[in-house]
């Protein structure tokens, strides 16, 4: 979104993420989606302001109009544009600093995170959190409550601010995002560009382009991105990374875009229609990790 401009569709999915993979000719990718009435799965050349968005996901209720719109236009633009930065070295193989590796990993696990599917888990939890205080919270209601006050805390909250729960269920995320435990955990494992130029195939993308494990920690674990259609990036440790570096581009390319069809819920992008066999076989058909669901 362009700054400072007023407008309630939020992509979950930036823009600047899409553009490695527009044509040149006609500043278009192929999205690959499922098409009402059938739902079958086609292809067309379109725009990228025009995907990865849903109108009003990030607008905060409670708050004035002024700033309402803060996540999306201060929160997001800030996280977007720093990031593009570091991104387009990433691509060109130049040096990134500390502070940039700090802003790539912190844009990593937003990206994790901002998408519709994750923003409603996050808002459940955050529901029953609030309809659940803890034993103390609530000794401490029953001390001062008074007739004619509410019999619980949760009520008392509620009653105060009937939107604290919308207005959690959107700011808790963006303060996980910024956890500084999980972004030095990332910066501190091994980074590498994997370059697949000289293969056959072309890396695909999707609208949860983000690949993990269950956790960082053990042999294999590791975090992984397409950034361009002959690029991929990978969180993981050095052992991971050397065993990547084994194998064919050819293969490691198809291996992602097995992982990055079965993880897409509504969108798959490319370059050209050439994979249009393979999205219809497998999209949606894996599991994405999900760090709302995440106990704690």
Not at 9 to 25: I, K, N
Not at 68 to 86: C, M
Not at 87 to 102: F, N, S, W
Not at 275 to 293: H, I, N, P, Q
Request: glycine share 6%; net charge negative.
């Amino acid at each position: 979104m362009a700054k400072g401009e007023d407008t309630d569709d939020h992509h979950f999915l930036p823009q600047f993420y899409l553009r490695p993979w527009l044509s040149e000719t006609d500043l278009k990718l192929v999205e690959y989606g499922r098409v009402p009435p059938t739902m079958e799965i086609r292809c067309r050349r379109w725009v990228t302001t025009k995907t990865g968005y849903v109108p009003n996901l990030y607008t905060l209720p409670g708050v004035t109009e002024d700033t309402k719109q803060n996540v999306e236009k201060v929160f997001n633009q800030e996280i977007d544009t720093s990031a593009a930065t570091v991104r387009d070295k990433l691509l060109q193989g130049v040096h990134i600093t500390e502070e940039e590796r700090a802003v790539w990993a912190r844009f990593l696990l937003w990206l994790g995170i901002r998408n519709p599917t994750e923003m409603s888990l996050f808002k459940d939890r955050i529901y029953e959190d609030f309809m659940k205080p803890d034993a103390k919270t609530e000794a401490i209601w029953a001390r001062i409550r008074k007739e004619g006050m509410p019999e619980t805390a949760a009520e008392a909250l509620l009653l105060a601010n009937p939107s604290v729960r919308e207005l959690a269920a959107i700011l808790v995320p963006t303060k996980l995002a910024q956890n500084q435990n999980v972004i030095r955990t990332m910066m501190n494992m091994d980074w590498m560009v994997y370059d697949a130029q000289t293969a056959n195939r072309r890396f695909l993308t999707c609208d949860r382009p983000l690949i993990m494990t269950s956790g960082l920690g053990g042999p294999n674990g590791h975090m992984a991105i397409p950034i361009s259609p002959d690029k991929l990036f990978i969180i993981a440790k050095p052992a991971f990374n050397d065993a990547l570096l084994d194998n064919q581009p050819s293969a490691v390319v198809a291996g992602v875009n097995q992982v990055i069809i079965a993880q897409a819920r509504e969108k798959v992008y490319g370059v050209d229609k050439t994979y249009l066999d393979e999205v219809r076989a497998g999209m949606s058909s894996g599991d994405y990790f999900s760090l709302a669901a995440v106990p704690g």
